[in-house]
């Protein structure tokens, strides 16, 4: 088997490498200083001037909207093409904001450009592509086990030429951001239809009358802004009957197109954050003495940075296997491998970066180092895009089901 990645994607790492050498990893100091400058001046929910600086140089650097396939408005990059290029942006968490390559933006992005009508997109798609404006992918409830989407009850009524919305929504990333302009809203719009077929999703702009960010939600500690995971109340809101993405009914179809390319991009940047997590592993263990050596040389060190090497290379592999069937074969064909990363690759960054953490001692829990923010990110993800016992059921029935079809 040719594990290489094409000349295309080897130009781009390096590209991004080079970027990131010059500009994210030397600004990470100045990323913490703005926030805290930011929130001691009563401004923290105010989108960062590094970032914007920062997309300026990525935008003439031709490192933009390199996730989107659309070879019109994107890199026109296979999923195989853009995996190793997400890695390198998950290295620092605020970097794929950078290139315009962040969730939930580019799974809105995506679906806009898939489902979207031509109002649509040049309302909401072209700003987003450009940058202007951010967006919220509204799905997850308070009131139900959100991760069995048919138990979601926000309700989208018509009447006449309008659609009336109404529900509670938490966990809305990126609503917290002044510049977020539109909700993709998925919501109950036909209680009496066969199950998967009563949801719709629908446009809401993020200034209609009606819709109130509550609060922003902290992930052990962490409230994430300026981007935010917020609670957000949808009373009575109006909204045209063109703003449904398309017709009643499609919610878990969009749901689906949306989800598949969005959880490699997770995958692909865990992965860079856990080699992160290993690189700055294996340089504290080589300073750090205990017990009259190196932490580099006791055993059980050794043994936690093999086996840090093994699970990574093995979640990279699967996860590019995962992509390389979504291209060959679609999200369909390939929903199988997709879930397993979905399992494999934040459990393997929760455990690497938790052993990192280990060798930093009581340093690692602080935010003296990365770590514990690193932390977060990976243990969040065994919930977002469906947590690891729904992908472990769909794939145990797939196996269950290949016994069946040889019977």
């Known amino acids: 088997m040719d594990f290489s990645y094409s000349p ?3 130009d781009l790492q390096q590209r991004l490498l080079a970027f990131f050498a010059e500009h994210i990893t030397p600004a990470e100091p100045r990323y913490f200083e703005e926030i805290a400058a930011n929130t001691a001046a009563g401004r923290r929910w105010t989108p960062l001037q590094l970032i914007e600086d920062l997309k300026a140089k ?3 650097a031709g490192l933009w909207n390199l996730f989107l396939p659309d070879s019109e408005r994107g890199a ?8 190793p290029l997400a890695e390198i942006m998950g290295r620092t968490p605020w970097a794929s904001e950078v290139f315009n390559c962040s969730a939930p933006d580019t799974g809105n992005m995506e679906v806009l450009v898939r489902y979207g009508t031509p109002e649509h997109q040049q309302r909401w798609l072209e700003p987003l592509l450009e940058g202007k404006i951010r967006s919220a992918f509204a799905m997850t409830e308070p009131a139900v086990a959100s991760s069995d989407a048919t138990n979601i009850q926000a309700s989208i009524a018509r009447d006449g030429d309008e659609y009336v919305l109404n529900g509670r929504k938490w966990w809305t990333s990126g609503a917290g951001d002044p510049r977020c302009a539109v909700y993709i809203f998925m919501g109950k719009s036909d209680p009496e239809a066969p199950s998967h077929s009563q949801q719709s999703m629908i446009l809401v702009p993020a200034d209609a009358p009606g819709v109130k960010v509550l609060r922003p939600l902290t992930v052990f500690g962490y409230d994430d802004a300026p981007h935010g995971h917020m609670e957000v109340a949808f009373d009575d809101v109006r909204v045209p009957v063109s703003n449904i993405l398309l ?6 179809e969009i749901a689906q197109g949306r989800l598949g390319p969005g959880r ?5 940047r865990l992965i860079g954050l856990a080699e992160r997590a290993l690189e700055l592993m294996c340089e504290r263990a080589s300073e750090r003495v205990a017990f009259g050596k190196p932490l580099s040389r006791q055993t059980v060190t050794q043994e936690r940075i093999a086996e840090a090497r093994c699970q990574i290379d093995m979640a990279r592999l699967l996860t590019l296997k995962a992509a390389w069937m979504m291209d060959v074969a679609g999200n369909k064909s390939a929903k199988s491998e997709i879930a397993m990363i979905k399992v ?14 280990q060798v930093f001692g009581a340093m690692g829990m602080s935010e003296d180092a990365p770590l514990a923010y690193f932390y977060t990110i990976a243990r969040t993800l065994r919930f977002a895009d469906g947590p690891d016992e729904v992908h472990r059921n769909s794939i145990a029935k797939i196996e269950l089901g290949k016994l069946r079809q040889s019977s």
């Open 8 to 10: 295309r994607t080897v």
């Open 58 to 60: 990525a935008r003439a």
């Open 76 to 83: 026109g990059l296979s999923n195989q093409d853009y995996a």
């Open 247 to 252: 017709g009643e009914g499609r919610g878990f």
């Open 264 to 268: 490699i991009h997770h995958c692909m």
């Open 344 to 357: 494999v690759a934040p459990n393997m960054a929760c455990r690497v970066i938790d052993w990192a953490m």
